[in-house]
């Protein structure tokens, strides 16, 4: 009999969790003397985007997904059109691409590859699933709200194995999740932890906790692993939600460290430090080596801050009003603040060569070009 397994949107696990009181007001924007400048390169008007968002980079392009229903790949450089097209439904996840298949996944549970802006193939899925497929190595690999991972091959869609995590959750966040290749392994978040899987027949080469669940409820037990997760070499660092940041070795399976943290959504790595937001809105670092924190910016207060992207000397946040705050990597002071459309960045930031491409909720895309 399959597992009953229910998903909350991270705006419904706010509100359980809170005891009545509104939500606390956004931190009030201060001016900042900006010490890095940036140009609008372009920008695009596509439909809504009302579901976990991820813009899928190849090469010098950006594929993009629609709440409606529409992909469409541009070039970054330009804005220009390459191709767009519709799969027939709603999105609940997507887009993933190795720059020949790109995937996605609708609200009506089937998985949709596209080739060359035309429909490849579809598979029927027994649960929802909101993270991005992961397309590599000739395959489609997709985490579904049951916990279970699974393989498809890229060319007709054949189901090729499937691995899903014992056990009984019954809740899971209606958010992206972890799921990356590193070398030969799959790297999967499977409630709280972080799962090894032979890419090929989908056995589990190693297992570590991020988090284990805590609480009185159900809600405050909810422990999934959030993307996107960061990496340097093979070190991987991922979030567990509301629970704590950890990194783990990707090629022999050892957790490095782990430590408490109350955020959301995914991070960021360079050699040195690991990036990472806040339930709060804070901004905060962890030194790579060992997990000791180092610095955090606390005056981007509730505004519901993305997943932080690096990019030269800042780390970029996008917010709830559409803006873009560029912080130093070496101590968090302001460097810079970028406009878009006043709605809420759907998703990270990306950077495709130099240029910085940013999506928002009412369908906004635009590109941004350092001075």
């Known amino acids: 009999m399959k597992r009953l397994v229910f998903t909350l949107a991270l705006a419904a696990i706010l509100a359980a969790c809170s005891t009545g009181s509104p939500r606390p007001k956004p931190a009030d924007l201060q001016a900042i003397n900006p010490t890095i400048g940036v140009r609008q390169a372009w920008s695009q008007r596509l439909a809504r985007i009302d579901y976990p968002a991820f813009v899928q980079v190849h090469a010098s392009s950006v594929v993009i997904g629609t709440g409606e229903g529409t992909v469409v790949e541009l070039d970054a450089a330009t804005g220009r059109e390459l191709w767009r097209t519709s799969v027939g439904a709603p999105l609940s996840a997507g887009v993933g ?213 690096l990019i030269g000397r800042s780390v970029a946040v996008g917010d709830l009003q559409g803006f873009v705050h560029l912080l130093s990597r070496e101590d968090g002071s302001p460097l810079g603040r970028i406009s878009t459309d006043g709605s809420a960045v759907a998703a990270p930031p990306v950077l495709v060569g130099q240029t910085l491409i940013v999506v928002t909720r009412s369908g906004g895309v635009f590109a941004f070009l350092p001075l």
């Open 97 to 309: 691409s190795d720059g020949k298949t790109v995937a996605v996944v609708t609200r009506n549970n089937e998985l949709v590859a596209l080739r060359e802006g035309r429909v490849a193939w579809r598979q029927r899925l027994a649960a929802q699933a909101f993270s991005a497929p992961l397309v590599a190595g000739a395959r489609v690999f997709l985490l579904t709200a049951d916990r279970a991972v699974t393989a498809y091959d890229g060319q007709g869609g054949q189901r090729l194995w499937a691995q899903q995590r014992p056990g009984g959750d019954p809740l899971v966040l209606r958010q992206s999740g972890v799921m990356l290749p590193v070398g030969d392994t799959l790297l999967v978040g499977l409630g709280g932890r972080l799962s090894g899987l032979n890419p090929s027949n989908g056995s589990v080469r190693w297992d570590v906790p991020v988090a284990s669940p805590r609480g009185i409820n159900e809600i405050e037990r909810l422990v999934d692993l959030v993307g996107p997760a960061a990496r340097q070499g093979s070190v991987v660092c991922a979030r567990a939600f509301q629970a704590a940041v950890a990194c783990a070795d990707a090629q022999s399976g050892r957790l490095q460290w782990s430590r408490p943290a109350d955020g959301e959504v995914g991070l960021a790595a360079d050699e040195r430090l690991l990036y990472g937001v806040e339930s709060d809105g804070q901004v905060q670092t962890w030194r790579m080596s060992n997990g000791e924190r180092v610095w955090s910016y606390d005056r981007l207060r509730f505004r519901e801050l993305t997943a932080p992207l």
